[in-house]
């Protein structure tokens, strides 16, 4: 599967992005799909994941509450919308695809990537 991801940009503290991760391929819903964020010199972390039929998702502490991730397999896609950015949300954000038969928390499942998508909140 390959993933393209958009969406990103520059927005005040306090709003809201949406980004967006369109997927090729016929067998969109057999994967886990996930978003990952990657600050300067460190590691991706898992910031929001969903499962293949949607029907599972889970978000990382620091974004309960203000990030809701959802997917349509009719379309291929996959969104996670955030509101109440706060600065320390400032990051490259990543889609991942992972078979759907492994544990969306399970970070090492995560075998397919998109480009990254910058987003800053400005304080």
């Known amino acids: 599967v390959q993933l393209q991801a958009s969406g990103g940009g520059l927005v005040q503290a306090g709003g809201s992005l949406r980004l967006s991760c369109s997927a090729s391929?016929?067998?969109?819903?057999?994967?886990?799909m996930g978003w990952f964020r990657q600050y300067l010199g460190k590691g991706r972390a898992l910031v929001a994941a969903?499962?293949?039929?949607?029907?599972?998702?889970y978000y990382a502490d620091s974004v309960e509450g203000r990030f809701t991730i959802s997917r349509d397999n009719a379309k291929n896609m996959v969104t996670l919308q955030m509101n109440s950015l706060k600065p320390e949300d400032t990051s490259v954000y990543y889609c991942?695809?992972?078979?759907?038969?492994?544990?969306?928390?399970?970070?090492?499942?995560?075998?397919?990537w998109g480009q990254g998508t910058q987003v800053t909140v400005s304080s």
């Open positions: 991942a695809a992972a078979n759907g038969y492994r544990s969306i928390v399970d970070v090492t499942s995560y075998a397919y």
């Open positions: 391929g016929r067998t969109f819903n057999a994967y886990n």
């Open positions: 969903i499962n293949w039929n949607g029907g599972r998702t």
